[in-house]
C-alpha cells in the first residue's frame, strides 16, 4: 500500500491519503463517524476530487471508488455513509445508463442522499436527476468548499438546485401564463375573460354573475369584442373567436 502525505492549508494537519488497487480513502487523525462516499470510473478524477475534498471538511471520511460493488467489497473498512457523490461529469442524466444508476442508488440507499455532480446546469438535466431520486444536483462551476456545504445541507434533509434552475422555472411559468393568454395583445384583460366566457357559450347574465359585473357593462364588453373581430351578432363572434385562437396557438406551436 501506498502513502502520501497532503496538508491541510487551514489546520496545517497531515491527511494520510492511502491508495490501494486505484481505490482512495481519505482520513483524518480524528476517525469521522461517517463517510461520503465518491463515485467516478475515472481513476485521477475521482482520486483529486477527494484529496480537495478532504482539506476542506472534517465531518466526513472521502471515500472515492469507481463504482457501488467495488466500495461494498471494502465497506467495512469505512465509517457508515452520510452521503453519496455520483460524478458524471460531461455525460448527460438522462443518458440511459447514467439514468439507471442514479435510480438504482437512490432506491438501495433510499435513507442516504444521493447528490449529482455535473458540468452541465441545463434545466431539463436537473429536473431530470430530481426525479430520478437524486436529493441534489451541484454543477462543476460551484469550489469545492460550497461543493461540501451542499452534500452538508443534503445530508440535513435538503435538496438543492443551482440557481440557473430557478432562472430557468421562471422563465417557463412566464411563457406558460402568456400562452394561456394569447390574445392578450388584442383584448384588454377583462374583455379577454368575457372571451373565454363566450366561447363557453355562456349567457350575458351568466357572465356578469361570474365576473361580478353588472349586466350592461358585459353587453358593453361584447360589442367592443364584436368590433375589435369585425363581427355582426353573437354567433359570429364566436365563431371567429374560436378561428382566432386557433390561429394563435398554431403559430405559438410553430415558434
Known amino acids: 500500500m501506498n502513502s502520501i502525505n497532503i496538508n491541510h492549508r487551514q489546520e496545517n494537519t497531515s491527511i494520510p491519503l492511502e491508495i490501494e488497487n486505484g481505490l482512495a480513502a481519505l482520513t483524518r487523525p480524528s476517525t ?3 463517510s461520503l462516499l465518491i ?3 475515472r481513476e485521477l478524477d475521482r482520486h483529486c476530487l ?5 482539506g476542506h471538511t472534517d465531518e466526513f471520511a472521502i471515500v472515492a471508488f469507481g463504482s457501488i460493488e467495488e466500495w461494498k467489497q471494502k465497506r467495512e473498512e469505512y465509517p457508515p455513509l452520510s452521503a453519496i457523490l455520483l460524478n458524471v461529469g460531461g455525460k448527460m442524466v438522462d443518458d440511459p445508463a447514467v439514468s439507471e444508476q442514479i435510480k438504482s442508488l437512490s432506491s438501495e440507499f433510499a435513507s442516504t442522499p444521493v447528490v449529482i455532480l455535473a458540468d452541465s446546469d441545463d434545466f431539463g438535466q ?3 436527476a430530481i426525479d430520478y431520486g437524486a436529493k441534489g444536483y451541484i454543477p462543476a462551476t460551484v ?3 460550497v461543493c461540501v456545504e451542499l452534500i452538508v445541507l443534503s445530508v440535513a434533509g435538503g435538496l438543492f438546485v443551482p440557481a440557473s434552475a430557478l432562472f430557468a422555472m421562471r422563465h417557463l411559468l412566464q ?4 400562452t394561456a393568454h394569447p390574445l392578450a395583445g388584442i383584448f384588454t384583460d377583462r374583455q379577454a375573460e368575457v372571451v373565454a366566457a363566450l366561447r363557453r357559450g355562456k349567457a350575458n347574465k351568466i357572465i356578469a354573475y361570474e365576473l361580478n359585473l353588472r349586466e350592461s357593462t358585459v353587453k358593453v364588453h361584447v360589442r367592443n369584442i364584436m ?3 369585425k363581427a355582426t351578432n353573437r354567433t359570429e363572434v364566436v365563431f371567429k373567436l374560436n ?3 386557433s390561429d394563435s396557438l398554431a403559430g405559438s406551436g410553430a415558434n
Do not use: G, T
Not at 477527494?50 to 478532504?54: I, K, L, P, R, T
Not at 411563457?175 to 402568456?178: M, R
Open 32 to 34: 469521522p463517524k461517517h
Open 39 to 41: 463515485l467516478d470510473k
Open 50 to 54: 477527494a484529496q480537495c475534498m478532504a
Open 126 to 128: 436537473i429536473v431530470k
Open 143 to 145: 469550489s469545492i468548499k
Open 175 to 178: 411563457s406558460s401564463s402568456s
Open 227 to 229: 368590433k375589435k373581430v
Open 243 to 245: 378561428d382566432l385562437f
